[in-house]
């Protein structure tokens, strides 16, 4: 499984867009790149998931480069109820376990 | 749609006691997973059911925790004796199978304090 590298923490404020990126130079060619969001007291929720390119839902939007040694998890417009843990995992299409890391601490400020 | 379902929420014991914990997964999921997290840190894998087989059980410290998933449904996790280093959320998750693109669903998980 590739190693995943992201910020321990960041600050942002409401209204602002915000970029998380990961990093998981050791990617391979079938591996998934997938995000879940852990808010305080409450299990993982899964937010978008990507192979290549642009991946977008109603959460959140996915960036990842023609190289896919990166990915960037980008909130369009957080507000405070964005305050949670976010977590890159990458792994690969088959039976596989999914190894979380411990995640970005994104704390939203009004 | 029902999500996954965990008891206790909360649980306080002393070291060398034991301690179960239920999860009944979303109905239809082939594959539960229990995981421990500890304060401060991501959750770690104990143990993944593949219907009522055992697929992954690397990092479960075997000579204290147990778990089993009678009838692929249900599914308990044991600590037998516990110790301090055991305090943690303890969440269980379904997923419809076990590959890494299929959506796991975690529940509300349980807070064990071992004192």
């Known amino acids: 499984l590739a190693k995943t590298t992201q910020p321990i923490s960041m600050d942002s404020y409401e209204g602002q867009e915000v970029n998380i990126t990961c990093s998981h130079n050791?990617?391979?060619?079938?591996?998934?790149i997938t995000w879940y969001q852990q808010f305080p007291s409450q299990g993982p929720r899964f937010i978008i998931q990507g192979y290549k390119t642009k991946v977008t839902n109603e959460v959140a939007s996915l960036f990842i480069p023609a190289d896919r040694k990166s990915s960037t998890l980008s909130l369009p417009r957080v507000s405070l109820s964005d305050t949670a843990v976010y977590y890159c995992l990458v792994g690969e299409n088959r039976d596989d376990k999914i190894i979380f890391g411990k995640g970005t601490r994104l704390h939203i400020l009004p | 749609e029902a999500g996954v379902a965990q008891s206790p929420r909360y649980k306080i014991i002393e070291k060398r006691q034991s301690v179960a914990f239920w999860c009944n997964p979303i109905?239809?999921?082939?594959?539960l997973y229990w995981y421990q997290q500890i304060l401060g840190q991501g959750p770690k894998l104990l143990i993944q059911f593949q219907n009522n087989g055992v697929v992954d059980d690397s990092q479960l410290p075997k000579d204290r925790f147990s778990a089993e998933r009678l009838k692929g449904v249900d599914s308990t996790l044991k600590i037998q004796p516990a110790k301090l280093e055991d305090s943690a959320v303890y969440l269980c998750?379904?997923?419809?199978?076990?590959?890494?693109?299929?959506?796991?669903?975690f529940g509300p998980g349980t807070r064990l304090t071992v004192l």
């Open positions: 109905s239809g999921h082939a594959t």
């Open positions: 050791n990617i391979a060619t079938n591996d998934y």
């Open positions: 998750a379904s997923s419809s199978s076990g590959r890494f693109y299929n959506e796991q669903f």
